[in-house]
């Protein structure tokens, strides 16, 4: 079955930044999508990033536009979010999300998408 699994939370003070990482398995990834949603206490679940595993094509939400850098090693299953220029309001649990036939802007979207269980991320004012 497929399983997502991230790393590279932590503490960073604002102006800071921070790459997370998703190793995908169980799989072959080359007709996925993968991406982040980030989650704030008290806030609703917030697209962040995602990218066409084949192509490498992303696709970034607003808070994460001009910041924010996606990418992807297909070899390795795996995806990257660099974080840089973090603020205090990036602070919450980033999670990882596949999807199979999907699109980068679908992801994270209806039907049968697989989810990992997150990683915290905590910027300092």
């Known amino acids: 079955q497929v399983q997502l699994v991230e790393s590279g939370g932590g503490l960073v003070e604002a102006g800071g930044s921070l790459t997370l990482d998703c190793t995908a398995s169980g799989d072959t990834f080359n007709r996925y999508a993968l991406g982040w949603f980030r989650q704030a206490p008290g806030k609703e679940r917030e697209f962040v990033a995602a990218i066409n595993m084949a192509a490498g094509t992303p696709y970034y939400g607003d808070s994460a536009k001009g910041r924010f850098t996606i990418s992807r090693d297909l070899v390795k299953n795996m995806v990257f979010v660099e974080m840089n220029s973090l603020k205090p309001e990036d602070t919450g649990v980033y999670y990882c999300?596949?999807?199979?036939?999907?699109?980068?802007?679908?992801?994270?979207?209806?039907?049968?998408?697989?989810w990992g269980q997150g990683t915290q991320v905590t910027v300092t004012s």
């Open positions: 999300v596949a999807d199979k036939y999907k699109t980068a802007r679908a992801v994270g979207g209806a039907g049968a998408n697989y």
